[in-house]
């Protein structure tokens, strides 16, 4: 496996879907090449109703998703966003498809998924409640976070007489995907949080039921 990237992404983000019980297709790596790039999109959108792509998106020499999905005619609704991980999320509209791309770090394309992505396929799917039950939920040590920006933190949340507490999953860096699949629990913290303190109570998104 030198100088290649194992695959974890398509792997993970099929998880997710599946977990919606919902169909879904896997089309494979696709090279940084734009014919090769544009017609694999072209097949995708064809047959889905919500394209994902993961990877390609930010700003590199080989990052060629936003430039292919431009010269195919998609509308850019928004490209980056303002939080850690995941800031060069795009999401494009073609036709009546929808389409997102997501960044290639594997904590941050799940993030991503659960933030963005899930809440619009439950709405198209008819439901009401969008995301993931929320709860307040009260810090069991100090955590370190920058502010200026949306962070989404990984977090093991525990219930102990009725009150919810949370603590670090581990590694916040976005490739690291160990703390995001021990964790039960996304914390969002707000672009003026600031470092949070021992005690300090926050909203938690669950992403499995705490017992």
Not at 11 to 26: E, G, H, P, T
Request: aromatic share 10%; glycine share 8%.
């Amino acid at each position: 496996m030198t100088g290649k990237v194992r695959d974890s992404n398509s792997y993970l983000l099929s998880a997710q879907v599946k977990d919606m019980n919902i169909r879904f297709r896997r089309y494979g790596i696709v090279c940084d090449d734009e014919k090769l790039l544009l017609k694999s999109i072209k097949k995708a959108i064809d047959e889905c109703e919500i394209l994902i792509l993961s990877g390609g998106i930010s700003v590199g020499e080989y990052d060629l998703v936003k430039e292919v999905l431009d010269d195919l005619g998609a509308e850019l609704i928004f490209w980056r966003v303002n939080q850690s991980p995941g800031r060069p999320l795009a999401f494009f509209k073609y036709d009546s498809r929808f389409i997102f791309g997501l960044p290639g770090n594997p904590a941050s394309a799940m993030i991503c998924f659960e933030i963005y992505i899930r809440p619009l396929i439950r709405r198209s799917m008819g439901y009401q409640d969008l995301f993931r039950p929320e709860v307040d939920a009260e810090a069991i040590h100090d955590f370190k976070n920058k502010t200026g920006r949306v962070n989404f933190v990984r977090v093991i949340v525990e219930r102990k007489q009725g009150d919810y507490f949370f603590k670090t999953a581990g590694s916040e860096e976005p490739g690291i995907l160990s703390s995001m699949i021990s964790a039960n629990g996304i914390a969002y913290l707000p672009p003026n949080t600031g470092d949070v303190e021992k005690g300090s109570k926050v909203k938690v998104y669950l992403l499995s039921e705490v017992r």
